[in-house]
């Protein structure tokens, strides 16, 4: 038989993508299921993009590209930036990849080593912890807390770094909670992050134009005097409806896009080109299906936030981004992954248990709000149900 390398026993996965596949194979027995777990719009890619890339492909953009990306795509990403986060940023320093997930593993490639340390988000996006793993690096969790809007504390993630951290990973707005670290709370951690100039810092902003309330989305671009170790990523995936697409983006800190670069010729060559086309006509073109998503988002968001707190032994933080709900379950007395099994073979609705997101995650569940509103309300009945019958037939 065959040996692997140990590093490959060491990769994590994506809870999300078993907990999709065990909902299809339940739906191909006839079954009823509500698929709130799934972390992808419900929308269609909008329309003029969709054009854009089969105009692409009819005008013979069939060949490699730069392995950086097309530079009207870079262009379009700097314009779009400079527009939204009023940073001027060299097109040359940003690199165009297929998803937010070749960044995040670039970018971990680069720091994480034995004897390293690097900094992650715990709940957080599965993938930044496996991928520490699987380079040999100490992976050393921020807890991220209901109490705190599951904002980062500044003062928590300065007290972590010690001389064996090489990288920093931060996401706002959060991927699972809906969480939005303040201005305010930003400004101290750059603040502290000055006395530290050899930790770079990858800042995961793929949920960037999903805020509500009127929140600012603060990106770790705007500060100058820690410019020269940020990664920033984002991407088309979530703001465009395009998660099958595969597109994302990251700006590099000067010194290292050209090892971005190198990476990406070694491991995908290039973005498939009529894609980046497609790229380009999402951010020049119209921005109305934006804000028409955003506005079906909130007012989803606001249904289940309420709704949920209606249901004995479950409470629910407001969220102020993405498209997620981190309701706090552990009024049910039932463990997250048991609860997350028994709503999917039982209630027929499909949540993600929040340790699937690490270890801090114990006693809450991921719901996307990225459904339509009959079947979001269909769900927390059907939530509401199984647990009042559940005590019942405990009692």
């Given at each position: 038989m065959v040996k692997t390398a140990a590093a490959i026993a060491r990769l994590g996965t994506e809870s999300a993508f078993e907990v999709l596949a065990r909902a299809k194979q339940l739906?191909?027995?006839?079954?009823?299921?509500?698929?709130?777990?799934?972390?992808?719009?419900?929308?269609?890619?909008?329309?003029?993009?969709?054009?854009?890339?089969?105009?692409?492909?009819?005008?013979?953009?069939?060949?490699?590209?730069?392995?950086n990306g097309i530079p009207e795509l870079r262009e379009a990403v700097a314009e779009d930036l400079e527009l939204r986060h009023r940073v001027s940023v060299d097109p040359a320093s940003v690199v165009v990849v297929p998803g937010g997930k070749v960044t995040m593993f670039f970018a971990v490639l680069m720091f994480g080593e034995a004897g390293a340390e690097i900094l992650y988000p715990n709940p957080g996006f599965p993938i930044y912890e496996s991928v520490i793993n699987f380079s040999g690096a100490k992976a050393v969790p921020i807890p991220l807390r209901e109490d705190n809007g599951f904002a980062f504390s500044a003062e928590e993630v300065l007290s972590l770094i010690t001389p064996r951290t090489r990288l920093i990973i931060l996401n706002s707005p959060a991927n699972p909670t809906g969480g939005v670290t303040p201005r305010e709370e930003?400004?101290?951690?750059?603040?502290?992050?000055?006395?530290?100039p050899e930790v770079a810092i990858l800042s995961d902003e793929i949920y960037s134009q999903m805020l509500y309330d009127g929140r600012e989305h603060v990106?770790?671009?705007?500060?100058?005097?820690?410019?020269?170790?940020?990664?920033?990523?984002?991407?088309?995936?979530?703001?465009?409806?395009?998660?099958?697409?595969?597109?994302?983006?990251?700006?590099?800190?000067k010194a290292l896009a050209e090892a971005a670069t190198r990476l990406a010729i070694n491991c995908h060559s290039?973005?498939?080109?009529?894609t980046q086309f497609a790229g380009i006509a999402a951010l020049r073109g119209p921005q109305d299906a934006v804000a028409e998503m955003?506005?079906?988002?909130?007012?989803?968001?606001?249904?289940?936030?309420?709704v949920l707190n209606d249901i004995p032994g479950v409470s629910c933080v407001e969220p102020a981004g993405a498209f997620y709900a981190f309701p706090n379950v552990s009024?049910?007395?039932?463990?997250?992954?048991?609860?997350?099994?028994?709503l999917l073979e039982q209630a027929g609705v499909a949540t993600i248990a929040g340790t699937s997101f690490g270890r801090f995650g114990e006693g809450y569940l991921r719901l996307s709000y990225a459904n339509s509103q009959e079947n979001i309300r269909a769900a927390l009945d059907r939530i509401a149900g199984y647990l009042g019958n559940r005590e019942a037939r405990s009692a």
């Amino acid at each position: 038989m065959v040996k692997t390398a140990a590093a490959i026993a060491r990769l994590g996965t994506e809870s999300a993508f078993e907990v999709l596949a065990r909902a299809k194979q339940l739906e191909a027995q006839g079954r009823d299921i509500i698929n709130l777990g799934i972390g992808q719009p419900d929308f269609q890619t909008p329309e003029h993009v969709v054009e854009a890339a089969v105009k692409a492909l009819r005008d013979g953009h069939h060949g490699y590209t730069p392995a950086n990306g097309i530079p009207e795509l870079r262009e379009a990403v700097a314009e779009d930036l400079e527009l939204r986060h009023r940073v001027s940023v060299d097109p040359a320093s940003v690199v165009v990849v297929p998803g937010g997930k070749v960044t995040m593993f670039f970018a971990v490639l680069m720091f994480g080593e034995a004897g390293a340390e690097i900094l992650y988000p715990n709940p957080g996006f599965p993938i930044y912890e496996s991928v520490i793993n699987f380079s040999g690096a100490k992976a050393v969790p921020i807890p991220l807390r209901e109490d705190n809007g599951f904002a980062f504390s500044a003062e928590e993630v300065l007290s972590l770094i010690t001389p064996r951290t090489r990288l920093i990973i931060l996401n706002s707005p959060a991927n699972p909670t809906g969480g939005v670290t303040p201005r305010e709370e930003v400004d101290r951690l750059v603040a502290g992050l000055e006395a530290h100039p050899e930790v770079a810092i990858l800042s995961d902003e793929i949920y960037s134009q999903m805020l509500y309330d009127g929140r600012e989305h603060v990106s770790l671009l705007q500060y100058p005097q820690i410019r020269d170790r940020v990664i920033m990523l984002d991407g088309w995936s979530k703001t465009y409806a395009m998660t099958g697409w595969r597109l994302g983006f990251a700006v590099w800190p000067k010194a290292l896009a050209e090892a971005a670069t190198r990476l990406a010729i070694n491991c995908h060559s290039c973005v498939n080109a009529p894609t980046q086309f497609a790229g380009i006509a999402a951010l020049r073109g119209p921005q109305d299906a934006v804000a028409e998503m955003m506005s079906a988002f909130d007012m989803r968001r606001r249904t289940i936030h309420r709704v949920l707190n209606d249901i004995p032994g479950v409470s629910c933080v407001e969220p102020a981004g993405a498209f997620y709900a981190f309701p706090n379950v552990s009024g049910t007395g039932i463990p997250a992954k048991t609860l997350e099994v028994e709503l999917l073979e039982q209630a027929g609705v499909a949540t993600i248990a929040g340790t699937s997101f690490g270890r801090f995650g114990e006693g809450y569940l991921r719901l996307s709000y990225a459904n339509s509103q009959e079947n979001i309300r269909a769900a927390l009945d059907r939530i509401a149900g199984y647990l009042g019958n559940r005590e019942a037939r405990s009692a």
